[in-house]
Structure formats: structure tokens, C-alpha cells
């Protein structure tokens, strides 16, 4: 069975930080790019950032110095770390792989 199952994500504080994980069945994870995506209320999903199953790596400008992106070959997960966070970034955050995705899981940033 296919899937993908996010966690980490949680309330924070502006300033704050939070690393969300994704777990992938083997098949397709394996040699596959793997993102991060997140989608907030009223607004276009968003692509995040992405990795390759090399570990090269691409992010969107928006989250470019605060985000990092990282990936574990031999756990089938990938990982998004976020630091700092800012009020712009509260969404659900999904990984995805192919045509394949997550649950998603939520992230906060309140004070």
C-alpha cells in the first residue's frame, strides 16, 4: 500500500521552530524528488521545497534561508525544517512524491 504520513506540526510562537517529518512507503520514495507543500485558507497551495533523491535541493523564495529541507534514504523519510517562523507561514503542510500525498499536517505560528 502507497503512502505518505506526515507529522511535527503543531502551535509555535513567531520565532519559533518546528521540524515536520514524512514518511514514505519504499516504492515510492526510492530515486523519487520529494516536496513540501503547504496551502492556507483562501490561498494557492504552494510548493515549499523539494529535494531530489540525490539531496539536491530547491525552495521557494518566500521560505529561502529559514527553511531547510533534508531527506533520510534509509528511513524513507524527508524532513522540513522551519526556522524562524513567521505569521505568514501558518498552513497545512503536505509532503508528496509523484502523484502521491500526504494527509497533511497543520502548522500555527500565534502568540
Known amino acids: 500500500q502507497v503512502q505518505l504520513v506526515e507529522s511535527g506540526g503543531g502551535l509555535v510562537q513567531p520565532g519559533g521552530s518546528l521540524r515536520l517529518s514524512c514518511t514514505a512507503s519504499?516504492?515510492?520514495?526510492?530515486?523519487?524528488?520529494m516536496g513540501w507543500y503547504r496551502q492556507a485558507p483562501g490561498k494557492q497551495r504552494e510548493l515549499v521545497a523539494s529535494i531530489t533523491s540525490g539531496g539536491r535541493t530547491s525552495y521557494a523564495n518566500s521560505v529561502k534561508g529559514r527553511f531547510t529541507i533534508s531527506r533520510d534514504n534509509a528511513k524513507n523519510t524527508v524532513y522540513l525544517q522551519m526556522n524562524p517562523l513567521k505569521p505568514a507561514d501558518p498552513a497545512v503542510y503536505s509532503c508528496t512524491s509523484q502523484i502521491y500525498w500526504g494527509q497533511g499536517t497543520q502548522v500555527t505560528v500565534s502568540s
Open positions: 519504499e516504492a515510492i520514495f526510492r530515486g523519487y524528488v
